[in-house]
């Protein structure tokens, strides 16, 4: 999104951008603008990962936070060894271990329902003071151009959206209900199928987190235009992935799909003067970075793989491409680094997903099957699938003869992460958070 590159073109082993890497801000700190970041406290885009690159100001919130940052059950203390052997010898058994894993649920429901509030609870800093930071940077320096860029984490799991977005709602939940139907939705041993009781409600905490991003940014749009900032401002809301509730069997977004609920996300620029259409051609976020140069008249750099949305060379009808990797293992066999990796090719009308793993690929009629629940058969709309297998080998192509000295920097940066006991995730970090490291 900042370098209009793809994730996997520093190689699967390689988090963050590059030392030395072109971006959105530094692009725009070039041609004169202040620059300023806020990111709720994402470990993984920490300054650590290179995205204070280009930025005047950087703020990740990281030192604020005092959760554990668990999605998990908080229980106080690790598992004890003891426990361990017990659940070890339940579960060589299905039926007992299934009763185990039933009761230990139930008692850590009961320890920890009435031992945290909502905001102990909460591992990243909620829209508001994310919001009241960038506001009082804004009003430090009304008379110069400005990039500002806000990444909000309250729509994450663990879903602990803040009372004030609850309440907006209209039927909030108490603090225990909140507690409980994380907790549940976060167990690993139920089936898929078991979820669906409380799926409802679980959306209704997600949807109460997006709501609270919604309330403040209206309240930073207001603010723009208190300080007489707005008419002449360029806006864009975006986001790097969807999330899952049962769509396809699955929680949270897990990298070993790629289907529309995870990639489709909400586009929304907005520039002084263009009067309001919808667009429905898909568009990658490759292109957002140049998008926004090309409204700031503004050059982009050669590095951008990405083209501006409103240049009249861009065809409307372009292929938009998603990737993924679905650990971050690094296997010693170079033959066998691509195996869990899923690539995505996608028109207004079809999509196609391949999957290195298993060498196959699947094409989807998304008009006819939104949800995507039934490939097209191999002899069905050949010249669509030949087409979009062609751009996914170009694609590999280019990923594997480019960016060579950005990969090596790269690779210098890590090598110091790599050999020190720091390189375990943050304690600021839910577990969910773990399947979106875009390696």
Same mark, same amino acid.
């Given at each position: ?33 202040? !620059?300023?970041?806020?990111?709720? +406290? ?10 204070? !690159? =280009? ?105 602990? @959206? ?9 039927? @909030? ?35 109460? =987190? ?70 429905? /051609? ?8 140049? /998008? ?13 793989? +990405? ?31 691509? +195996? ?19 060498? /196959? ?68 970090? @839910? ?6 490291? @875009?390696?």
């Amino acid at each position: 999104m900042l370098a209009s590159r793809y994730p996997l073109s520093l190689g699967r082993e390689n988090i963050g951008l590059s030392p030395g890497e072109s971006t959105l801000a530094t692009r725009l700190k070039q041609a004169g603008y202040r !620059t300023a970041a806020f990111t709720a +406290g994402n470990p993984y885009l920490s300054d650590r990962f290179g995205y204070h !690159t =280009g930025f005047d100001h950087f703020e990740d919130f990281s030192q604020s936070l005092k959760s554990t940052g668990s999605a998990a059950p908080p229980v106080a203390g690790k598992i004890t060894f003891f426990n361990r052997r017990i659940a070890k010898a339940c579960h060589k058994l299905p039926p007992l271990g299934a009763a185990y894993d039933e009761a230990y649920f139930r008692y850590t429901s009961w320890k920890v329902l009435n031992s945290h509030s909502i905001d102990e609870l909460r591992p990243y800093s909620s829209a508001d003071k994310v919001v009241n930071s960038a506001s009082s940077w804004l009003e430090q320096g009304r008379d110069s151009p400005f990039f500002l860029w806000l990444h909000f984490m309250d729509a994450h799991a663990p879903y602990l @959206p803040a009372r004030e977005a609850l309440n907006q709602m209209g039927t @909030p939940f108490d603090g225990r209900r909140i507690r409980y139907l994380n907790l549940w939705w976060n167990r690993h041993d139920l089936k898929a199928s078991s979820f669906s009781a409380h799926v409802g409600d679980v959306m209704y905490l997600y949807d109460a =987190g997006i709501r609270w991003v919604d309330s403040q940014i209206q309240r930073l749009t207001n603010q723009l235009r208190a300080l007489q900032l707005w008419d002449n401002c360029v806006l864009a809301l975006t986001a790097d992935h969807g999330e899952e509730f049962l769509d396809h069997g699955g929680r949270f977004h897990k990298t070993s799909s790629l289907a529309q609920e995870l990639i489709h996300v909400p586009l929304l620029i907005r520039e002084p003067g263009m009067s309001s259409q919808a667009a429905n /051609t898909p568009f990658s976020l490759l292109n957002l970075a140049p /998008t926004l140069l090309d409204s700031l008249e503004v050059g982009a750099p050669n590095s951008f793989r +990405g083209k501006s949305y409103w240049s009249e060379k861009t065809e409307r009808d372009s292929i938009a491409i998603s990737e993924c990797v679905a650990n971050c293992n690094n296997p010693y066999l170079k033959g066998k680094r691509v +195996g869990p990796r899923l690539l995505a090719l996608r028109l207004r009308q079809h999509k196609l997903v391949f999957d290195f793993e298993s060498s /196959t690929d699947r094409l989807f009629d998304l008009e006819r099957d939104p949800r995507e629940l039934h490939p097209l058969p191999r002899d069905h709309s050949k010249p669509i699938r030949c087409r979009l297998l062609e751009a996914a080998r170009k694609h590999l192509a280019e990923a594997a003869n480019s960016n060579a000295d950005l990969k090596i920097a790269a690779c210098v940066r890590g090598l110091p992460l790599q050999t020190s006991r720091q390189l375990e995730v943050p304690e600021a970090c @839910p577990s969910p958070a773990l399947i979106e490291v @875009p390696v």
